[in-house]
């Protein structure tokens, strides 16, 4: 079974991540979307929140676990019997932290691969960031993200947040 994982901050979900998601669930028998803490960046959602919103946006597409790690990717992806990494690519500026981050999982475990999937024209601008500083100055993220995570942003920030 080819089993690949999509991991990332997911802070929170975008459309970006889902069209990403759902087109690499074609492509493999399984990927989990794994939500990693990122030291970082100050979260807006805590992992949980973030954990259950994916679940949501994705509970239609069989094939796609979701769950949560911390530390290495290279030890989740042997734990887990993972083959494959699965990346989005925006620009040119995405690819080059993304090259860096494939060959230094590729150096620590060999038999782990990165794909990187092309965002769609209509995504390529929608970001994490972006969204978090809409919520954070109390505008509207209906177009940027999927509509569980549109609904759970304004329960929660309905004001905007400092
Ligand atoms: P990070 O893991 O760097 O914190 P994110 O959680 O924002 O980043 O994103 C996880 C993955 O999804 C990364 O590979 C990122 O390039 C990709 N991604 C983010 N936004 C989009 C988008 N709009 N279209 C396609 N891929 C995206």
């Known amino acids: 079974m080819a089993r690949a994982i999509y991991p990332g901050s997911f802070d929170p979900m975008t459309l970006g991540h889902l069209d990403i998601v759902k087109r690499a669930s074609q492509l493999f028998d399984e990927v989990m979307m794994a939500v990693v803490a990122n030291p970082g960046k100050a979260p807006l959602l805590p ?95 209906t177009k940027f993200v999927p509509s569980v995570v549109n609904d759970h942003l304004k329960r929660q920030f309905s004001r905007g947040i400092s």
């Open 47 to 141: 992992m949980e929140v973030r954990v259950n919103l994916i679940e949501e946006a994705v509970r239609e597409i069989p094939n796609v676990k979701v769950g949560s790690f911390q530390g290495l990717l290279v030890d989740f992806a042997k734990h887990n019997n993972v083959s494959c990494v699965i990346r989005g690519l925006r620009a040119i500026s995405d690819f080059e932290a993304e090259l860096g981050m494939a060959q230094t999982n590729k150096t620590l475990l060999p038999e782990l691969e990165t794909i990187f999937l092309m965002t769609k024209a209509e995504y390529s601008f929608i970001s994490s960031s972006t969204v978090k500083e809409i919520v954070r100055l109390g505008g509207d993220v």
